[in-house]
């Protein structure tokens, strides 16, 4: 092997080492203005996650959620995607690293509406009851996670 072809393998290496490294990527279409969307974001760079962002108005938010099969009854303020699914509202990260531990056939996750206490919507310990839902591609749903309400 020559001493080029051994250079190029040891940055290719070293490239794709720091990239896993950063964790892996999630892009996010924030709502314009929306305070607990960028706290969403902050949450998942502090949890490892590689995170990009962008922020739209409001029906190019809708049809972009649209676009990823993200049910009316399921939206949120903001909407993810990560290696082909989508995560719709404030879905914690647990739950993103057992979606894509699992990888079931799916659209995605979603956490409809804005619960007090989910990741970016306040303090976890005055959370309210939650559930994180599994949407199927055919528009079902059913609760992958629940967390219950804190005691206060």
């Not at 305070?35 to 049809?63: A, D, H, M």
């Not at 909407?79 to 057992?98: A, M, S």
């Amino acid at each position: 092997m020559t001493t080029r072809a051994k250079l190029f393998i040891l940055i290719f290496l070293g490239t794709y080492g720091a990239a896993a490294a950063q964790g892996t990527g999630i892009h996010v279409v924030e709502g314009v203005g929306c305070e607990c969307c960028i706290k969403w974001t902050e949450y998942l760079r502090e949890n490892g996650f590689t995170v990009t962002s962008e922020t739209s108005f409001g029906t190019l938010l809708i049809q972009h959620k649209i676009d990823l099969s993200v049910p009316t009854s399921h939206q949120s303020c903001h909407t993810g995607q990560v290696e082909g699914y989508f995560l719709e509202g404030h879905v914690p990260v647990d739950d993103i690293r057992r979606l894509l531990q699992e990888r079931p056939d799916a659209a995605g996750l979603a956490v409809p509406g804005m619960p007090y206490g989910s990741p970016g919507m306040g303090p976890e310990d005055k959370r309210e009851a939650y559930d994180v839902l599994l949407v199927r591609k055919d528009g079902t749903s059913e609760v992958f996670s629940r967390y219950a309400a804190a005691d206060q």
